[in-house]
Nanobody
Framework: QVQLVESGGGSVQSGGSLRLSCAVS????????MAWFRQGPGNEREGVAVIYTGNGGTEYADSVKGRFTISQDNAKSTFYLQMNSLKPEDTAMYYC????????????????????WGQGTQVTVSS
């Protein structure tokens, strides 16, 4: 059974940092893409960052470029989202996701291509 478990959310002041983790189990890590999405109050879920597990390539939403970094530790079957210079508009529930079919290679920020999701972790940034 595939499971994704997030951790690391919390409350910080504007300008602060947090690191989210997503531990993956139930399949051999390293296939296709892993991603972070978020959903803020009253907003639709949006893609934040994607890592191509095979070559380590990454993509980011424009709103987080230069502030967030996605990375992975293959040995631990875990990937991360380092969030720096946080802003109040980053406040959201953050979800990690996995695609095993490869559609993410074409549509990396499209949530519908991801089959497996974590339960979410809340990030709150106060001004």
């Amino acid at each position: 059974q595939v499971q994704l478990v997030e951790s690391g959310g919390g409350s910080v002041q504007s300008g602060g940092s947090l690191r989210l983790s997503c531990a993956v189990s139930g399949y051999t890590y390293g296939r296709n893409c892993m991603a972070w999405f978020r959903q803020g109050p009253g907003n639709e879920r949006e893609g934040v960052a994607v890592i191509y597990t095979g070559n380590g390539g990454t993509e980011y939403a424009d709103s987080v470029k230069g502030r967030f970094t996605i990375s992975q530790d293959n040995a631990k079957s875990t990937f991360y989202l380092q969030m720096n210079s946080l802003k109040p508009e980053d406040t959201a529930m953050y979800y990690c996701a996995s695609d095993l079919r490869g559609r993410c290679l074409v549509l990396p920020m499209e949530q519908s291509v991801y089959q497996y999701w974590g339960q979410g972790t809340q990030v709150t940034v106060s001004s």
